[in-house]
């Protein structure tokens, strides 16, 4: 099949995004099919003018999407070395045969290319698409100087004689067609996450008392007298479980806080609480959810983080009830709330467990290593 691997251009907020969206459109409608397939919901599936919003670049992180088209776009830009399809650009989208996006962190892991996701509409799969494509993000790794390749898929727990085995946690990964092309295009599996779903409906939350420490929750920015202490937090998520996926300590301080979340906000809505100790006022333990400004129903649980000295107090579970009562208070149209947990991290699931949580799916981290 004749194609070309082209990358969006993102990096141009004032231009008109025509081409731009329908491309991510295009994207999105690759994307959902199997999500309503997996899930039974497009809960994930992130609408294309969010998307274009979220591959614009920041300071700690730029993403990248690479689309294969056909026919070929005019020549011109280049950037990575792909075509740049930039605004303007004739482009339908029925001429995106599938998509690739990646992440680049820019301050830390400077390694490793992250969040790598393959997608090929349904008509154009297996025609050497998806392996086109995977081909390009490893050129695109090679060109910016990385040889760590990280990226998550939905798969299921399985019992069967062939399933596959993660280095930690009690899963076994049943082998499917996203397993397979996985692993012919050089990944291995690294890690098993434990995909869970909390009903809203009939809940309410208060948080436990917490002696010797006191919780702040805030909905939106950061207040500037806890950025430090957010950062503090973020930092402590480098100890979380990571088995078999390389993962240096993260760089946070409060100007990353707030940059992240200048970004983050211009997306989704955010609510935060974090556990103070009232002896010396430092950080202890922070949980953060979000959701999308379009899709008020669908909130998605993003860190949750206890500082080890601080361990064995309950603050993982007060932090989180705090944060889904404030849920109540703030967000009354959500109605389910998505996390993800190591399956290693049994504690993490007791708590999630206890607060209505149930899993959905497991979820596969590969790896892939260039030579």
């Known amino acids: 099949m004749a194609l070309r691997i082209v990358v969006l251009d993102a990096w141009q907020p004032d231009r008109v995004p025509g081409t731009l969206l329908t ?122 100087g990385r040889s760590v390749l990280q990226g998550w898929s939905y798969t299921d727990a399985s019992d069967a004689p062939d399933a596959l085995r993660p280095p930690e946690g009690g899963f076994l990964i049943g082998r499917d067609a996203g397993t397979d092309f996985a692993q012919a295009v050089g990944y291995r599996l690294a890690q098993a996450e434990r995909h869970s779903v909390l009903d809203l409906h009939g809940r309410t939350y208060t948080a436990p008392p917490t002696p010797g420490y006191r919780i702040e929750t805030w909905r939106g920015a950061t207040p500037e007298q806890h950025l430090t202490g957010v950062a503090a937090m973020l930092v402590a998520m480098s100890d979380a479980p990571t088995a078999g996926l390389a993962w240096e300590d993260e760089v946070w301080d409060g100007a990353r806080v707030r940059e992240m979340e200048c970004r983050v906000l211009q997306t989704r809505d955010g609510i935060i ?97 260039l030579d």
């Open 23 to 144: 491309a991510l459109e295009a994207a999105e409608a690759i994307d959902r099919p199997h999500h309503l397939e997996r899930l039974g919901n497009d809960d994930q599936v992130t609408p294309a003018p969010v998307r274009l919003q979220e591959l614009r670049p920041s300071a700690d992180r730029e993403p990248v999407c690479l689309l294969a088209v056909q026919p070929a776009p005019p020549a011109g830009c280049e950037r990575y070395g792909f075509p740049l399809l930039q605004a303007g650009d004739p482009l339908q989208a029925g001429d995106v045969l599938g998509v690739a996006s990646v992440r680049l962190p820019l301050i830390d892991n400077l390694g490793t290319v992250q969040e790598v996701f393959v997608g090929v509409a349904g008509q154009h799969r297996r025609r050497g698409v998806g392996r086109a494509l995977s081909q390009a993000v490893d050129e695109l790794a090679r060109r910016v």
């Open 273 to 369: 609480s974090l556990a103070i100790d009232e002896t010396t006022g430092e950080a202890a333990a922070l949980t953060q959810l979000y959701r999308m400004h379009t899709r008020p129903a669908v909130v998605e649980q993003w860190n949750t983080v206890v500082v080890g000295p601080h361990r064995g107090h309950g603050l993982g579970l007060a932090v989180k009830s705090a944060n889904l009562a404030a849920v109540g208070r703030w967000w009354p149209e959500a109605q389910r709330v998505h996390t993800w947990n190591a399956a290693e991290n049994d504690h993490m699931w007791r708590i999630n467990e206890q607060l209505g949580f149930r899993t959905v799916n497991i979820d596969s981290g590969w790896q892939k290593r």
